[in-house]
């Protein structure tokens, strides 16, 4: 399985997307500073996940979520309280 995912910073509010084939694994280097992206920006959490058969459908599903902003503002509308949760 694939894994498109959406953590955000607890201490800045910021969303940071992503897709991996191992989610628990990418989680725990995101929280231990091994991604420089995100390494400034701990701790993180996950809020939001898609499962994929196909790694090219994950690699569509994360780029249209970063650089297409009505995919990315129709889900932030779908997952709001998750949102608020922080």
């Not at 498109?4 to 991996?20: A, H, M, P, Q, R």
């Not at 989680?27 to 500073?33: A, C, D, F, G, W």
């Not at 996940?49 to 932030?76: H, M, T």
Request: proline share 1%; with cysteine.
């Amino acid at each position: 399985m694939f894994y498109v995912y959406i953590l955000e910073s607890v201490n800045d509010n910021k969303i940071y997307i992503g897709y991996t084939n191992d989610l628990k694994k990418r989680i725990i280097k995101h929280n231990n500073k091994k991604v420089k992206s995100t390494s400034y920006r701990l701790p993180l959490r996950l809020i939001y996940y898609e499962a994929y058969q196909s790694e090219i459908d994950a690699k569509v599903r994360e780029k249209n979520l970063k650089y297409f902003g009505q995919a990315y503002s129709r889900l932030k509308t779908r997952i709001a309280n998750s949102l608020k949760t922080c």
